[in-house]
């Protein structure tokens, strides 16, 4: 909590609107005094199986070191199963990270409004899961 205000300015900063969904958890990489990356994994209801992964962000300066592989690593590390949505060109991101493309029909009620809600913003999004086998990340 004593970084929450830190984390809301660090995203506006970044011009992200990230929001905190009640059930979450942030994780940061910071130097000192400032954050150079964060992301937000949250439960959309305390009954929901899934984790979604979202607000993944790094500061422009510090971007292309391997801290959003990093976050992601320590992420999965921790909760899962995880779902996110991103956009195509972060796609390679994810799956470098052994995520894998799943299908709208594969998500719950809840993630698919969630996924609704994001759509109307960015039209073409890929849904992806985290694989801890790691095996194959392409759908066939």
Do not use: W
């Amino acid at each position: 909590k004593a970084d929450k205000k830190d984390i809301k300015r660090f995203y506006k900063v970044q011009h992200y609107s990230a929001h905190f969904m009640g059930l979450d958890y942030c994780y940061l990489i910071k130097d000192k005094k400032n954050i150079k990356a964060s992301v937000i994994i949250s439960k959309l209801s305390p009954e929901n199986e899934y984790y979604f992964l979202h607000a993944l962000v790094v500061d422009k300066n510090h971007q292309h070191q391997g801290l959003a592989t990093q976050l992601l690593t320590k992420v999965c590390s921790i909760h899962y199963p995880v779902i996110c949505f991103v956009e195509n060109s972060l796609s390679p991101l994810y799956i470098s990270a052994h995520f894998k493309d799943i299908l709208f029909a594969q998500l719950n009620t809840l993630l698919k409004n969630r996924f609704h809600v994001y759509q109307t913003k960015i039209p073409e999004l890929n849904i992806l899961k985290f694989d801890e086998s790691g095996e194959d990340n392409k759908l066939k």
